[in-house]
């Protein structure tokens, strides 16, 4: 079965600090990877996608993610947090053998000023 | 913005009632899905529509149904509702059937006393 596993709900780091929120997939068929960020009481907004083109790939805001097959992750990270990415982050996968997209379980980030 | 519109905001009904939420796509999506996101169950894909046609199904209940119209919008309806039902409701719309990046509405929020 194809799943998305977040390591760690919560995640908090200071201000200025690198930020790493980690993804993990299951796929038996390679798949595409998304990360979406939700505001508070706002719908979720696209901040990247990997399409099996390049593996490193650069998003919205500043971040960026990197697919290693090896590891089967999809990790974000950004070099320098910032106030406003406070924010549930959700990794998703889509599988094109139930073409469905299978969201995580989201990671809480908290930025400590 | 992401172009998707959703209403009503806010729902709060009473167990056993019926409730129909509207989403209308981004300008030329033909595709629109619905999922719900719980505490318990966090973000889960219920239904597709393509073009009018249902052509995906997820973890939706019986008590649940959709439909897209001729026009490309989209309503979800819930019926003999629950205690358990409530959560958000979100919409998102993509250009393609199938693996495309979607785009999410900002959500109905559902309160069943």
């Known amino acids: 079965a194809q799943s998305v596993t977040q390591l760690g709900s919560h995640v908090s780091v200071s201000e200025g600090a690198l930020v790493l ?3 993990n997939y299951s796929s038996s068929v390679p798949p595409y990877l998304f990360w979406y960020v939700q505001y508070p009481n706002q719908g979720l907004q696209l901040l990247l996608k990997y399409t ?3 593996t490193l790939v650069k998003g919205i805001n500043g971040f960026e993610a990197e697919f290693k097959k090896s590891e089967t992750s999809f990790h974000l990270t950004k070099p320098s947090a910032h106030m406003s990415d406070a924010a549930e982050y959700f990794c998703a ?5 139930n073409e469905k997209l299978t969201f995580g379980t989201g990671t809480r980030l908290t930025i400590i000023p | 913005d992401s172009g998707v519109t959703q209403t009503p905001k806010h729902l709060i009904t009473a167990t056993g009632q ?3 939420l509207r989403c209308s796509p981004r300008s030329g999506d033909l595709s629109v899905y619905w999922y719900q996101q719980s505490l318990d169950q966090g973000l889960q894909f219920l239904i597709q529509y393509y073009n009018g046609e249902e052509r995906a199904k997820g973890n939706i209940l019986e ?3 959709a439909q897209q119209f001729p026009d490309l919008h989209s309503e979800l309806n819930l019926s003999s509702l629950e205690l358990g039902d409530s959560a958000l409701y979100f919409c998102a719309s993509s250009v393609k059937p199938s693996g495309d990046t979607q785009y999410f509405g900002p959500g109905t ?5």
Do not use: E, H, P, Q
């Not at chain 1, 996968?93 to 053998?97: I, S, T, V, W």
């Not at chain 2, 929020?109 to 006393?113: A, E, S």
């Open chain 1, 21 to 23: 929120l980690r993804c």
């Open chain 1, 52 to 54: 099996s083109a390049a």
């Open chain 1, 93 to 97: 996968l889509f599988n094109f053998g």
């Open chain 2, 18 to 20: 019926r409730v129909t």
């Open chain 2, 63 to 65: 008590r649940f149904s």
């Open chain 2, 109 to 113: 929020r559902l309160t069943v006393l």
